[in-house]
């Protein structure tokens, strides 16, 4: 069951386009599989470096051409294991989050590591399902821990802290939004992206 606790299309902060954001949470404890997970195995050191052109006009938004030198490899680390349907059952996100799932991943970052001012923008969804790319695409970012010291969540101009595992948040292609780990314990959450299938 999705619990909806606040939920509005309203502008974000460049004042340009509207959004669609709402808090969501899932029942499954998911402590097992983080614990499996050979998480070396899927270190990223070039996920921000590389996806900073897809990300140009929100930096313009906010002053920046390029990528400040001091947003390196060593301080945008994620460590992102995508699971397939035969690795974990999709069925439950669809019936909880009301998504239809594309990808589904847990993402560990550990600290002193951030992912920098982006939007996400389904870009492969949009890729393999074109067709479909007036429907609406949503990402579900859910919290598999309870909100630990210097672990914050930056959607638009509002710090997401205090957080409760499993819960999260849902927003589409609108939301700007920043990630950080700026504590002492690794911070890990759940991605759900798809289509979402829900009335509101």
Known sequence: ?????????????????????????????????????????????????????????????????????????????????????????????????????????????KPGNVIPIHVDTFYLIKKKYPHRVNEKIVRANIFLDDWKWGHFLQIDDEIKTHWSKNSGYMWDEGVIHIAANCGLHDRYTLQVSGFYSGTQ
Do not use: R
């Open 1 to 109: 069951m999705v619990i909806l606790i606040d939920f509005a299309f309203q502008e974000f902060g460049t004042g340009e386009s509207s959004m669609f954001l709402k808090e969501v949470s899932l029942t499954k404890n998911y402590d097992d599989i983080i614990k499996k997970i050979k998480w070396d195995d899927f270190k990223n050191d070039e996920h921000y470096t590389f996806n900073h052109k897809e990300q140009l006009d929100t930096h313009k938004k906010f002053g920046f051409d390029t990528i400040p030198e001091s947003y390196n490899k060593y301080n945008t680390i994620i460590y992102q294991k995508i699971f397939t349907a035969d690795e974990i059952d999709f069925s439950e996100f669809q019936e909880q989050l009301q998504v239809e799932p594309v990808t589904v991943s847990f993402i560990k970052m």
